[in-house]
DNA sequence: TCCCGAATTATCGTAAAACAATAATTTTGT
DNA sequence: ACAAAATTATTGTTTTACGATAATTCGGGA
């Protein structure tokens, strides 16, 4: 995917586990993984809110755009 | 909202108008007007992508975290 | 090498909302 | 004033975020 989810690395860097974000967040921890393993295929302004908060990071730590116009999803394909 | 939409910024910027964008992008002015001006309540990934790959930027330059945490979605508030 | 907690994966269900299509109204630039 | 751009409004469809739950797997001690 051309978005990419840098959760796994802010997680580490403030030495916080998923499990302590998803409580934090409000969020279960299967989700959380869904989106930290980048298999969400979208998100509320609500969560990344809430993840940026209690994490103390931007968006852009978590979300990248690694420069690919990803075509996954354009009817045509496969 | 706590997470803020610069898109309009960002068109500036890039001296393109929203139509435009929303060509490239796929979208519907309609609803490009929403993510805009700051509406909608979600994104998902794959319009975040074509809109970096189009405006040529990252997802931090669109979506900023302004430091509060939101509360607006918590069952208990208004 | 057991354990145990953390994390992943899988299912099923629900509610939310992204987005399309369309059209009317408003704003803006010239 | 005019035309294009943008906003707003409506309605409908479909995707999917996310909850709840549980089973499986992974990983680091003791």
Known sequence: MAIKVY???VLKARGMTSKELSALVGITEAN????????A????FSTINKICYY???DVG???????????EDTEDHE
Do not use: A, T, V
Not at 32 to 39: A, C, D, H, P, Q
Not at 61 to 71: N, Q, S
């Open 7 to 9: 959760l796994e690395e």
């Open 32 to 39: 959380l993984s869904i989106l930290r393993s980048g298999k």
């Open 41 to 44: 295929k979208g998100i509320r």
């Open 55 to 57: 994490l103390n990071c």
């Open 61 to 71: 730590d978590i979300l990248k755009f690694d420069g690919i116009l990803d075509m």
